[in-house]
């Protein structure tokens, strides 16, 4: 999923004691942090991550607040990436109130820095707390919100179909379901041609990935459990060796247990 990259640890120090004076090097390092953490906590889970990486979103919001001239809106929407992040690991630490924060400073700063990549993918990250929170009509509202961008990598739009088909999966509507898993394969394969010009916050969005997404949604209907196990299976045997103990895996291995129970 993410890459290690070199860090100039020197200038990063730099940076967070001169946060006005951030040049686009310097900026381009603090993004290199971010893709390395979203990789470190791949491969080590979200717990060792989890405390260094709120002192690097505070840093982003003072360099977003001080930096000046042509670099502002980058640094504005570096700020937003952060805080997207940081989001997700609130929400896999349980503190649901502080992931909403994250969430609604991020499209803020999206919104600043004219990222509709950032905020259909915030969006869309608000619609997942909603999941996690069990509120299914949200669900569903959040990744239609989400869907409403339309030029941006088209992963994000294949994620929301099947976003949204959980939610209807949960209130029971497999026509809704269906429509929106055969509406994802063709932004899925569209999303793999993409993938590496897209937005760095999609680096893991593999093929094993679709197959994982597309038995959650499935996952949720008894008359789709046998094709729900299938892709699941499938997508976690494709896993590569660094992903398959990561903390959001545990999800989908639940989503197994649940659709092979389904079957009998």
């Not at 992040?85 to 991020?106: D, P, R, V």
């Not at 569209?190 to 990935?209: K, M, N």
Request: charged share 25%; glycine share 6%; with cysteine.
């Amino acid at each position: 999923m993410g890459t290690h990259m070199d860090i100039d640890h020197d200038r990063l120090n730099h940076t967070a004691h001169n946060p006005r004076g951030v040049d686009r090097a310097g900026l381009a390092n603090f993004a290199a942090v971010l893709a390395a953490t979203r990789s470190l906590e791949d491969e080590i889970g979200v717990d060792p991550v989890y405390g260094a990486t709120q002192r690097y979103l505070a840093l982003a919001e003072t360099i977003a607040d001080e930096a000046r001239g042509d670099i502002q809106r980058d640094a504005i929407d570096l700020a937003g990436q952060w805080a997207q992040y940081t989001g997700w690991l609130h929400i896999a630490a349980g503190h649901f109130n502080e992931a909403a924060k994250c969430f609604a400073w991020s499209l803020e700063w999206a919104d600043d820095a004219e990222d509709d990549d950032l905020a259909a993918t915030v969006w869309s990250w608000r619609g997942h707390l909603a999941w996690v929170l069990g509120h299914t009509g949200r669900v569903i509202s959040l990744s239609r919100r989400a869907q409403r961008y339309r030029d941006i990598y088209a992963g994000e739009r294949a994620y929301d179909c099947l976003q949204e088909a959980r939610g209807h999966a949960v209130a029971g509507s497999a026509y809704m379901v269906d429509r929106l898993v055969d509406e994802s394969h063709e932004l899925a394969e569209q999303a793999l041609l993409e993938l590496e010009a897209a937005p760095p916050w999609h680096y893991y969005r593999s093929p094993e990935f679709w197959d994982l997404e597309r038995g959650r949604a499935l996952s949720r209907l008894p008359a789709r459990a046998e094709q729900a196990v299938t892709y699941l299976e499938a997508g976690l045997a494709a896993l590569p060796e660094s992903q398959r103990d990561t903390d959001w895996i545990t999800d989908y291995r639940r989503d197994l247990e649940h659709a092979q129970a389904l079957c009998g």
